[in-house]
């Protein structure tokens, strides 16, 4: 892919602690592209020390009205993610792996509305989803190797709360252009950026 970022938007909200020690709350801002958002674009603060890791969870993404829900997970490397079928035709889990992004290909068969199948992520990086019934579904599982992260909402915008004082690698993440990584100093002196993304070519 190609593409990159020209301006961001990324504002910091701090607090003090009771010992007078700077708390930074909130890292939030906005992304976007040719004037539109960012939707499902996934962002995260990348740091050097094993303490800002990402722990392995038990997520949900949901299969209603023939989309998965959401079209976009963030997870942290080892997540389980449990694919409901809540629609009332069957549906099939499959990712082509390696071929289409990240990780082995695996096939979790087709089942009826109600039931689960569950995938394990151990590798980092873009996940593809697909249904073989229904080739127009597709969603991304991104495991990143931090807790600092979010998915951007319709708007655009996303919040990433309790990110301590620090030097991070800001990385975004989004299918139609290439990754964002630059530097960044979250501290109360931390004016806003503007974060755009260009399409592909």
Not at 149 to 161: E, H, L, N, Q
């Amino acid at each position: 892919m190609t593409g990159n970022w020209l301006l961001g938007l990324l504002v910091v909200l701090g607090s003090w602690s009771e010992s007078g020690v700077q708390v930074v709350d909130t890292v939030e801002g906005r992304i976007s592209f040719q004037g539109m958002p960012a939707t499902g674009a996934v962002v995260y603060l990348e740091h050097g020390t094993s303490a800002f890791a990402a722990s392995a969870d038990t997520v949900v993404l949901d299969q209603r009205g023939l989309r998965f829900l959401p079209g976009t997970l963030a997870v942290g490397r080892g997540t389980t993610v449990a694919f409901l079928n809540n629609d009332d035709i069957q549906h099939n889990i499959f990712s082509p792996g390696e071929v289409i992004g990240t990780g082995d290909p695996f096939d979790l068969g087709t089942y009826s509305r109600g039931e689960k199948r569950f995938h394990t992520f151990p590798d980092l990086g873009v996940h593809t989803i697909l249904c073989n019934v229904h080739p127009e579904m597709l969603a991304y599982v991104v495991s990143v190797p931090t807790k600092y992260r979010a998915v951007t909402d319709p708007d655009g915008r996303f919040s990433i709360p309790d990110v301590p004082p620090g030097t991070y690698r800001l990385r975004v993440w989004h299918p139609l252009s290439s990754q964002v990584d630059q530097e960044v100093r979250v501290d109360s002196e931390m004016g806003p950026l503007n974060i755009t993304l260009e399409l592909e070519d």
